[in-house]
């Protein structure tokens, strides 16, 4: 937690998940953030979320099917 002090805005929204082998933490942008790399787009099952994963490549390979299903829009 000391190393993510200054990153992120957890006011705005910050959600914690232990998984039973990582934790997991994930903030809203803080506005100087958002500022700075524009605004927050959901990629989700559009062509450019395939075009990131394309870029990914075999790396992808690590990826839970769940989790590629949900970003690329496929039904399991």
């Not at 232990?18 to 990629?43: I, K, Q």
């Not at 490549?57 to 970003?71: K, N, S, T």
């Amino acid at each position: 937690m000391r190393q993510l002090r200054g990153v992120g805005d957890p006011a705005a929204g910050e959600w914690r998940e232990w998984t039973g082998r990582a934790f997991h933490l994930r903030r809203r942008l803080s506005t100087r953030e958002a500022t700075s790399v524009g605004p927050v787009v959901d990629v989700r099952g559009t062509a450019e979320a395939h075009r990131r994963a394309q870029r990914l490549g075999d790396r992808l390979r690590f990826a839970p099917p769940e989790v590629l299903a949900d970003e690329l829009g496929y039904q399991l």
